[in-house]
């Protein structure tokens, strides 16, 4: 399909220090929007100018949190192309995310179509310095004008694109982690799974109170036993272990996450042995203890690679150095050279952007 396009009569002007664009301030021209109807299906499919919604206040995303979104971004080439990372996978896991939370599943051709396009015509929106990039952030809510715990009669499919800066504009800082033992991010059967924002605003409280004692981010623990490691912050997590990359296992409780599946596969590429299984926290200070825990890094659409280089539970730390270590730092460059066209790309990860616009 071709998607209609209302240009903006009254474009922003763009930013002229890229160093200060940090995450999620700032937003382009236009945005793509979709609506759906029961026995309708999606229609209407469009990009217009940047504005906000008008929604009923009785509208289910407002009382019972119906949406779910998704994180990817475009990267500017050396050749003057605009490129993207896996973008059918984040497609699959929107819809994956829908089903959960029983909104209406949204064709993959429409999604690559739609970003595509929207990021086509906002291509001078896409910054060019080292490390940054032009975030898109696809989400789908429910819509309509009835209180009750029931499916949304209307749904909004949208996409907004924010040029955002390097998440490491200083160097590669390794992360302070503190390991919650109070509050647990999700349960398996639960929504852990899924990119909805209840699990993002349940975190706050832990993630704020771990700031306040001088840490970066919360790594979290199982919600049965309190015991096994899930994720950290908004990111999954690995440890290398005996010289073997270990990431806990997909249990219906973690997100599976895009960079954590490439990072996995980069590993089976050079070599490296890699296992996912369920690492309890006991066994993860035992390993510390014993030399055999050498690195734990996050992996995640915003950092791409985290090193961790301290970890405290309970009055006990872990103390992996200040630098990043090996294996994230092959990761970190690999997967960033891919995704900016540095390193060819021998997988097809990469997508380039078609130039539709006249």
Excluded at 327 to 338: E, P, S
């Amino acid at each position: 399909m071709s998607i209609p396009i209302l240009k903006t009569t009254a474009p922003k002007a763009k930013y002229t220090d890229e160093s200060k664009l940090g995450f999620g301030r700032v937003f382009t021209d236009h945005m793509f929007i979709c609506n759906y109807e029961d026995g309708r299906g999606w229609h209407d499919a469009r990009i217009v100018p940047y504005q906000p919604f008008s929604i009923d206040p009785a509208s289910p995303v407002l009382h019972y949190s119906l949406e779910v979104f998704e994180g990817l971004k475009a990267y500017h080439y050396e050749n003057g192309d605009v490129g993207l990372f896996r973008p059918e996978l984040n497609c699959a896991r929107l819809n994956r995310s829908a089903e959960r939370m029983c909104l209406p599943p949204i064709g993959a051709d429409l999604q690559l179509e739609a970003i595509e396009t929207l990021v086509d015509l906002e291509r001078d929106w896409v910054p060019h310095s080292s490390g940054t990039t032009l975030y898109i952030r696809p989400s789908m809510i429910g819509d309509g004008n009835r209180l009750g715990i029931n499916k949304a009669q209307r749904h909004i499919f949208y996409i907004i694109c924010s040029p955002s800066g390097s998440f490491y504009p200083n160097g590669i800082q390794p992360l302070r982690i503190y390991i919650e033992d109070a509050y647990v991010r999700a349960v398996a059967g639960g929504t852990g799974c899924v990119k909805t924002g209840g699990n993002y605003a349940s975190s706050l409280l832990a993630a704020m109170n771990a700031k306040e004692k001088g840490f970066d981010q919360v790594l979290w623990l199982d919600g049965r036993e309190n015991r096994y490691i899930e994720e950290v912050g908004a990111m999954n997590v690995m440890f290398v272990i005996n010289g073997v990359l270990t990431t806990p296992a997909i249990n219906g409780s973690i997100l599976d996450g895009i960079t954590r599946m490439s990072v996995l596969e980069l590993a089976e590429s050079i070599g490296m042995p890699a296992c996912e299984r369920a690492i309890s926290i006991d066994e993860l200070f035992a390993a510390y203890r014993s030399g055999a825990l050498t690195e734990a890094f996050g992996t995640g659409t915003a950092a791409v690679v985290s090193p961790i280089g301290e970890m405290e539970f309970k009055g006990e730390t872990i103390r992996l150095g200040e630098t990043i270590g090996p294996v994230a730092r092959v990761m970190y460059d690999t997967l960033t050279g891919i995704q900016t066209g540095r390193i060819p790309d021998e997988r097809g990860w990469t997508r380039v952007v078609p130039r539709l616009q006249p």
